[in-house]
């Protein structure tokens, strides 16, 4: 057994149930791990300078591989549901200890990371991983602890992170040979049969999820976030499509993180070092900071090169369309360092909404805020899935339900709580169509959307007129700079009135049928701000 790289002299791998191991190599530099990967046969550096990776069978998440260890600590804490899917902590250890035996023999690369750019809410972790290529992912994502820091770190969450290992699925209690298991309370999440790297992230993601809300008063957030010049933070969520990465990339604003955060007292932080974006498609013309992250330190995965050449093609789905590069925020010119903003002033929740009943911009009591928060909605345009041929509504809590050990109103009362005390304003962007549904009616420009946002941003929604819209309750305002009025209200949009009162009616319905999984544990304010649904599907 060997040790290469910079370690705590102290850290001791038999801790872990590590034993004859070939070679552990603690915390590598990128280069170095650039190199085992290329010679491993792992790994293509493509004309960029970033290096491209296959992760395998698997391109994506698994969610019904995704379990939580039901224990004394969890069993009334967490929600479970077909998310959140109870296992037992004895198959839990067994399976633990069959990886730490597939471990034998085998080089291992160990990372040292933290989360949360805030220190005062700091989680250290430690990768201990199969793949180099892992732990350059792990070294991009989290933050990087200096020097010092690695010869002193003592990690208090571990990660095994297995590709090559399955699971008996008729044994070890999985549902088959992948799977991705957290276990609160012993702070060690196991990944086994899958190279895809996002379940790495999305692991400490679920554990700051569970963490913070219950034991620190923070609001963890599956959002983008940025800061203005004048030191006004700004938040973003959205699902797959509505626009988040667009919108909350603004090379007047810096940028804090594009996808996890935490909303404490003192304001709001970064839980990664780093971005994960999506590829598909991508061009410097429509993700200038994206394309120009991708370089040397940056992993693109499960892409094809144009013929004949190093060179990414974007475009190409045959692996998957969920191609990925991960980087370090630094590769970001406008990012923020630390990763860190003030209290947010205002709130974006974004959808695409391809009906065309929502108003492209709506001011939310705080009512509707948690209502909307819960529900997480956005919809699907006909040609993006098979068997799609219209609109079709898709909900996730918070924005982020896959991601969530607790109950969806724990977050949203918290969400709450702090619009009224810090006196936050909260907006609903529909980017999705307008005068009639998708295939009828057109996408709202992007220009009037960042428009609107940039209004908001500078204050000049504070004093114009809002009316309300029938049926959603919501306040649109009725002019606002650099953007037509008449497209303001959405039903003015429509030719035939009547057509589109029939398919609010609708999509109320939609909204009430889909949180009636909620209500149960919702608040009085909650349950007030529900549309009102008259029509049935």
């Not at 003592?154 to 070890?172: H, K, Q, R, S, Y």
């Not at 498609?281 to 991708?294: G, M």
């Not at 004949?308 to 630094?330: E, G, K």
């Not at 948690?370 to 079709?392: C, N």
Request: charged residues 20%; glycine residues 8%; negative net charge.
């Amino acid at each position: 057994m060997k040790h290469v790289g910079i370690k705590n002299p102290k850290a001791d791998l038999a801790n872990y149930g590590l034993s004859n191991f070939a070679t552990a190599y603690w915390n590598l530099p990128v280069p170095e791990l650039v190199e085992h990967t290329i010679q491993l046969g792992e790994g293509v550096l493509a004309d960029t300078g970033a290096i491209r990776i296959k992760t395998g069978k698997f391109t994506g998440r698994s969610p019904k591989d995704r379990f939580v260890v039901q224990d004394e600590l969890t069993e009334n804490t967490v929600d479970w549901n077909s998310i959140n899917m109870p296992f037992e902590p004895a198959k839990f250890d067994a399976l633990y200890n069959k990886i730490a035996a597939y471990f034998a023999d085998k080089d291992l690369f160990i990372r040292d990371a933290y989360a949360c750019a805030d220190e005062n809410y700091r989680l250290s972790l430690r990768l201990i991983a199969e793949k180099p290529w892992s732990a350059m992912f792990a070294n991009n994502m989290f933050l990087r602890p200096s020097e010092e820091e690695l010869l002193n770190a003592n990690p208090e969450w571990t990660i095994l992170c297995a590709p090559g290992f399955m699971a008996n699925p008729e044994v070890d209690g999985t549902r088959q040979e992948n799977f991705a298991i957290i276990n609160f309370s012993k702070k060690a999440i196991i990944i086994g049969g899958t190279g895809y790297t996002g379940e790495i992230k999305k692991g400490i993601f679920s554990v700051l999820n569970y963490v913070l809300p219950q034991e620190r008063n923070v609001l963890s957030m599956h959002c983008s976030a940025n800061v203005g010049q004048d030191g006004d933070t700004a938040v973003f969520f959205g699902l797959s499509g509505t626009g988040k990465t667009t919108l909350s990339a603004d090379p007047k604003r810096n940028l804090i993180g594009d996808d996890e955060h935490g909303w404490s007292e003192e304001g709001v932080f970064n839980f990664e070092g780093g971005c994960y974006a999506k590829t598909i498609d991508l061009s410097e013309e429509k993700e200038p900071q994206i394309w120009n992250a991708i370089k040397f330190g940056a992993i693109l995965e499960n892409m094809e090169f144009l013929p004949n050449t190093r060179t990414p093609d974007f475009a190409d789905t045959s692996i998957t369309q969920n191609t990925r590069v991960s980087y370090p925020i630094h590769h970001i010119d406008n990012a923020l360092e630390p990763s860190k903003g003030g209290i947010p002033q205002n709130i974006f929740f974004l959808t695409c909404d391809a009906f065309g009943v929502l108003p492209p911009l709506s001011k939310l009591t705080p009512g509707q805020a948690m209502y909307h928060f819960i529900s997480g909605y956005t919809a699907k345009v006909a040609g993006t899935e098979a068997g799609i041929d219209e609109p079709v509504s898709a909900f996730s809590a918070c924005f982020g339900a896959p991601f969530l050990p607790l109950h969806p109103t724990k977050y949203a009362e918290m969400l709450g709580e702090r619009m009224r005390k810090h006196n936050v304003n909260v907006w609903l962007v529909n980017t999705g169509w307008s005068a009639g549904p998708y295939g009828v009616g057109s996408r709202i420009a992007l220009k009037y959307t960042r428009a609107m946002i940039t209004a908001v941003l500078e204050g000049q929604l504070e004093a114009v007129d809002y009316e309300e819209m029938p049926v959603f309750g919501l306040f649109m305002p009725t002019s606002c700079p650099g953007v037509p009025a008449e497209i303001l209200n959405p039903r003015n949009t429509w030719a035939d009135k009547a057509a589109y009162d029939v398919k609010a009616q609708n999509l109320a319905n939609k909204f009430v049928n889909n949180f009636d999984k909620f209500k149960d544990q919702a608040n009085e304010e909650i349950l007030a701000a529900a549309p009102e649904a008259t029509v049935s599907l």
